[in-house]
């Protein structure tokens, strides 16, 4: 079992920047995929970052390239959204999650997921 918690959410206003880290206990996470996904009400859970086990490989959503940075530290077993140049659509409830795929940003690919954290972009 892995358990997963986010912290770092919060309100900011837009063009501002916010860290998320994602802290695992339970298992090491050098061998998961990790991924951020959000949510907002009345909408699917879309992936905005993936990064692979070793962190050489990456994947953005369109709506983030440029702006969000993905990251993993495995021995201090976290991994790290920087979301830079925040917009009012940003805002969401932010969750992390373990896979046991290789770089895949499909949520049902996940086995693992945080109980997530709020980001709140005002304009």
């Known amino acids: 079992q892995v358990q997963l918690v986010e912290s770092g959410g919060g309100l900011v206003q837009a063009g501002g920047s916010l860290r998320l880290s994602c802290a695992a206990s339970g298992r090491t996470l050098n061998s998961y995929t990790m991924g951020w996904f959000r949510q907002v009400p009345g909408k699917e859970r879309e992936c905005v970052a993936a990064?692979?086990?070793?962190?050489?490989?990456?994947y953005y959503a369109d709506s983030v390239k440029g702006r969000f940075t993905i990251s993993r530290d495995n021995a201090k077993n976290t991994v790290y959204l920087q979301m830079n140049s925040l917009k009012p659509e940003d805002t969401a409830v932010y969750y992390c999650?373990?896979?046991?795929?290789?770089?895949?940003?499909?949520?049902?690919?996940?086995?693992?997921w945080g109980q997530g954290t709020q980001v709140t972009v005002s304009s």
């Open positions: 990064i692979s086990w070793s962190g050489g490989s990456t």
């Open positions: 999650a373990a896979s046991r795929a290789i770089m895949t940003s499909v949520p049902s690919s996940y086995s693992y």
